[in-house]
């Protein structure tokens, strides 16, 4: 396949992923862009932004574009900014904590006024799911949450990986209806991403460009 053929079968996609802090946000990114977990939790102000570029099929390169959200911002001023022109949207929560579960209808219906009439894909992701010992939502309500709102369901661990790639896979694809054999789900091609940290203050966030070297940041309760 020639250069130019290789560029009309590019494509980029804007992921935003939103959610209480603490819920894992910022771990998945990570996990997803460098394959790397960092134990020590630090609250993302603003707005963490990466890219990277996946083989989606032999044929088909896709570049995610993808905006972690800090979990202070709901209600805020730049939030429409930072949904702007969202292609998915990951609501993201942890199964040990029913509140970060319980705020998701807020999150939800933020996305859907910013929107206006533009449906993103959604999908509701249980992270933490290395935990299950301590799970607080039930799977059954994870999965009704996922129906009664038309989205795509998934449990992940951003500690361990599990399912991690698998995820942002399986929504880039169903987005642009490609239909993936379940053996490439969790195909790990990679060019890392490169990362920008915003402030709240600041506007819409601007664009990384893509590199080939390692991605760099700047910057419970009872079962119900």
Same mark, same amino acid.
């Given at each position: =396949?020639?250069?130019?053929?290789?560029?009309?079968?590019?494509?980029? #996609?804007?992921? @935003?992923?939103?959610?209480?802090?603490?819920?894992?946000?910022?771990?998945?990114?990570?996990? /997803?862009?460098? *394959?790397?977990?960092? $134990?020590?939790?630090?609250?993302?102000?603003?707005?963490?932004?990466?890219?990277?570029?996946?083989?989606?099929?032999?044929?088909?390169?896709?570049?995610?574009? #993808?905006?972690?959200?800090?979990?202070?911002?709901?209600?805020?001023? =730049?939030?429409?900014?930072?949904?702007?022109?969202?292609?998915?949207?990951?609501?993201?929560?942890?199964? %040990?904590?029913?509140?970060? /579960?319980?705020?998701?209808?807020?999150?939800?219906?933020? @996305?859907?006024?910013?929107?206006?009439? $533009?449906?993103?894909? /959604? !999908?509701? #992701?249980?992270?933490?799911? *290395?935990?299950?010992?301590?799970? !607080?939502?039930?799977?059954?309500?994870?999965?009704?949450?996922?129906?009664?709102?038309? =989205?795509?369901?998934?449990?992940?661990? !951003?500690? %361990?990986?599990?399912?991690?790639?698998?995820?942002?896979?399986?929504?880039?694809?169903?987005? =642009?209806?490609?239909?993936?054999?379940?053996?490439?789900?969790?195909?790990?091609?990679?060019?890392?991403?490169?990362? @920008?940290?915003?402030?709240?203050?600041?506007?819409?966030?601007?664009?990384?460009?893509?590199?080939?070297?390692?991605?760099?940041?700047?910057?419970?309760?009872?079962?119900?």
């Amino acid at each position: =396949m020639s250069d130019s053929e290789d560029d009309a079968n590019e494509k980029q #996609v804007k992921i @935003v992923i939103l959610g209480d802090g603490s819920a894992g946000k910022t771990s998945i990114s990570e996990r /997803f862009s460098k *394959d790397a977990f960092n $134990r020590d939790y630090n609250q993302t102000l603003g707005i963490d932004y990466y890219l990277k570029r996946i083989n989606l099929t032999h044929s088909y390169n896709v570049t995610l574009a #993808v905006n972690d959200v800090g979990g202070q911002t709901l209600g805020g001023d =730049m939030l429409d900014k930072y949904i702007y022109g969202a292609d998915i949207v990951l609501l993201v929560y942890d199964i %040990t904590n029913l509140q970060s /579960f319980e705020n998701l209808e807020d999150w939800y219906s933020t @996305v859907m006024k910013y929107c206006a009439g $533009r449906k993103p894909l /959604f !999908a509701l #992701v249980g992270n933490k799911s *290395d935990l299950e010992h301590l799970r !607080a939502v039930k799977a059954e309500k994870h999965h009704q949450f996922a129906k009664d709102h038309d =989205m795509l369901a998934f449990f992940v661990s !951003a500690k %361990t990986g599990e399912s991690i790639e698998s995820l942002f896979r399986q929504v880039t694809a169903n987005l =642009m209806h490609i239909v993936l054999p379940k053996s490439d789900t969790d195909a790990r091609s990679v060019i890392t991403a490169t990362i @920008v940290r915003q402030e709240p203050q600041n506007s819409i966030p601007i664009k990384p460009k893509s590199t080939q070297s390692n991605a760099t940041r700047t910057s419970i309760c009872s079962l119900q």
